[in-house]
C-alpha cells in the first residue's frame, strides 16, 4: 500500500513528464516552422525576360522599361539595390518600375490593352461623333 508522500511524488513526476513532453511538442513545432519559412524563401525561381516584358505591357507600360528592369536584376542576381533578395518580383516591378513617365502614352496602344480609363472611354466617343458629324456635312 502506497502512502500519501508516493503517491504525492508519483503524480508530480508524471505532470513534470506531461510538461517536458509539452516543452518537446512545442519546440518541434517551432522548428517545423523555421524549416517551413527556410522553404519558402529559397522557393523563389526567377522569371524569363519574356514574362517580365509580357507583365510590363499587360498593366500599360513600355516593354523597353520591363527589359531594363529584367536586365538590372537579372544581372544583380535577383537581389535589389539595398542587397536583400527579391521574393515577389511582381511586387518588385510595382513598386519600383511602374511609374507614371514608363507609362505607353498612345491611347491606340491603350485601346488594344483594354486599359482605357472612364475619361478617355468618354473623350474618345466624343471624338467618334464629332467625326461622324463632320462625314454628314
Not at 87 to 97: A, E, L, P
Request: charge should be positive; proline fraction near 1%.
Amino acid at each position: 500500500m502506497e502512502t500519501k508522500i508516493e503517491t504525492t511524488l508519483k503524480t508530480v513526476e508524471t505532470k513534470l513528464k506531461t510538461s517536458e513532453t509539452n516543452k518537446n511538442d512545442k519546440n518541434d513545432k517551432n522548428e517545423i516552422m523555421k524549416e517551413k519559412k527556410k522553404i519558402k524563401k529559397k522557393s523563389f525561381s526567377p522569371p524569363t525576360q519574356s514574362e517580365v516584358c509580357k507583365y510590363f505591357s499587360e498593366n500599360g507600360y513600355k516593354k523597353e522599361i520591363g527589359d531594363k528592369a529584367f536586365s538590372f536584376y537579372n544581372i544583380a542576381g535577383w537581389k535589389d539595390s539595398r542587397g536583400n533578395q527579391v521574393n515577389n518580383w511582381k511586387q518588385k516591378m510595382i513598386s519600383v518600375w511602374f511609374k507614371e513617365e514608363n507609362k505607353i502614352n498612345n491611347i491606340n496602344q491603350k485601346i488594344n490593352n483594354r486599359n482605357l480609363t472612364r475619361s478617355e472611354q468618354n473623350a474618345m466617343e466624343c471624338q467618334k461623333f464629332i467625326e461622324g458629324a463632320g462625314n454628314e456635312k
